[in-house]
């Protein structure tokens, strides 16, 4: 808000905040768990995740620890203040995020900085729940800021960007779009002052990325991610194309047409704010998981649009009319989810999304053995049952590229070769959804039977195969 609206800003920003908090609290992200796990062994025994070992069918792996910095504080918050803990500590970075956002609008009407904070909160709903990302969120929020304040002859910002990549860099494999950021406000520099110093903070920021567990291969690994996609990326749900008919889909398109309407390209800046979020649609588009980045990017863009507009008092209140709405819309949005659950809600509850029973069963009668199960509960199995029981696949997904693309996806969906390949794994236990093509031929199998089954859940186990007493 203007800086004569203290108190508006105050309760705008805490209504985003209880909205992210309950968002969090009832979506429980797959990962957390392996996170969880990961953690707890950084700090508790110094491990570096940079060889896989929680699995039987990629042991031995090289890795990058590209989220280790997260990983150990989540397991600190965890232990200190337990699932309420997390919700409430990650909260606090996607709400930084966003008030650096509305800073960076800063200059912008006040309907129009209203209404691209409201639509970017939006656009974020799909997303909010404790994860690692969030560290991404809040520093690319921060980078374009820190663009914004260069922009405006602030020769400390870039000195910013790359003492910040040190931590960024540790957190999350989204700092690369900072790293291009920075890169581009030197090269600017350089193109300006014709001088070789301008390059000094990127080749400070490029240091402080390589000072990471696994070296240089950290620095790299985002790029090869995004550029040389791997088999399997487009069977990872954030990984996947947009598909612009799903409900979430609506705050994106409102955004690109705003900017479609706006013709940002006609605004004359000193950084290339149209290429940047131009060039973050088009990856979006292709991977999900990089929405977030475009719509901070096209915020701020727009907001510099807006600054350079004379809007009518009518446009000025429908912006408004329009952000309040917006706002309005997403707290009905989770207000509606959280009706769905019973409160108070048990702390235990937090499980609530996973095969609980079926895999504590699991971890009582069939200890060790070899465990065929839905990729996205790998994670939470882990959290249940290592080490004594390893999974098949999870969510780290860098050690299971191939593997999830073809035994993985051939087994689950009973594609030519499912029992070839269950029996070059040597599967003993599979948990898996009832509904899947799986669990149907399975039921039709005499070599195998079902042991336990709910709404959630059916688990099976071969017909040789003896349960611990």
């Known amino acids: 808000m203007t800086p004569d609206r203290p108190r508006a ?18 979506d429980v992200d797959n990962d957390l768990f392996f996170h969880l796990v990961e953690g707890e062994r950084i700090v508790t025994q110094g491990r570096m995740p940079l060889s896989e070992d929680l699995s039987f069918t990629a042991a031995g792996t090289p890795m990058v620890a590209t989220e280790w910095l997260g990983q150990a504080v989540i397991h600190l918050v965890f232990r200190l203040a337990g699932y309420h803990g997390l919700v409430a500590f990650h909260t606090t970075p996607v709400t930084a995020a966003l008030f650096l956002l509305w800073l960076t609008l800063e200059g912008a009407p006040y309907g129009a900085r209203l209404f691209l904070l409201a639509l970017t909160a ?17 520093f690319f929020s921060a980078f374009l800021y820190w663009t914004r304040r260069w922009e405006d002859g602030a020769s400390w910002a870039p000195w ?41 903070p990127l080749a400070v920021g490029t240091l402080a990325c390589c000072l990471h567990p696994s070296g240089f291969k950290a620095f790299v690994y985002p790029v090869w991610f995004l550029f040389q996609a791997p088999p399997g990326r487009s069977l990872i749900m954030e990984w996947k194309p947009v598909d612009f008919t799903e409900k979430a889909a609506l705050a994106w398109l409102a955004m690109i047409a705003c900017l479609a309407w ?31 980045l475009f719509l901070f990017a096209a915020a701020a863009t727009l907001g510099l649009r807006s600054r350079a507009a004379s809007l009518r008092p009518w446009q000025e209140k429908g912006l408004r009319a329009g952000g309040l709405a917006t ?60 080490p004594a029981t390893k999974v098949f696949i999870d969510g780290r997904l860098e050690p299971f590229w191939e593997l999830l693309a073809k035994d993985y996806k051939t087994i689950n969906e009973g594609g030519p070769g499912w029992r070839d390949l269950m029996k070059k794994h040597d599967i003993e236990v599979v948990l898996i959804q009832p509904t899947s093509m799986l669990a149907h031929l399975l039921a039709a199998d005499p070599g195998w039977k079902p042991v336990y089954s709910d709404r959630m859940s059916i688990l099976f186990s071969r017909a040789d195969v003896a349960p611990s007493p």
């Open 122 to 138: 939006m656009g974020l709903a799909g997303f909010y729940s404790v994860r690692i990302h969030y560290y991404t969120f809040l």
């Open 9 to 26: 800003a105050a309760l705008l920003f805490a209504f985003l905040a209880s909205v992210i908090a309950v968002k969090s609290y009832l």
């Open 160 to 200: 910013a960007m790359a003492g910040a990549l040190l931590p960024w860099a540790n957190t999350h494999g989204g700092f690369m779009a900072g790293w291009l950021v920075l890169a581009a406000v030197c090269g600017l520099d350089l193109w300006k002052s014709r001088s070789a110093r301008s390059l000094l």
């Open 262 to 292: 706006a013709g940002v390209g006609s605004v004359k800046t000193r950084f290339p704010w149209h290429l940047l979020t131009l060039g973050l649609l088009a990856e979006a588009v292709r991977g999900r998981k990089l929405i977030p």
């Open 327 to 386: 706002l309005l819309c997403l707290g009905w949005v989770v207000l509606a989810r959280a009706r769905s659950l019973p409160f108070p809600d048990p702390a235990a509850a937090w499980e609530r999304g996973f095969p609980k029973a079926a895999v504590e069963l699991v971890g009582r009668r069939y200890q060790g053995r070899r465990l065929f199960h839905t990729y996205g509960w790998g994670g939470y199995l882990i959290y249940k049952l290592s």
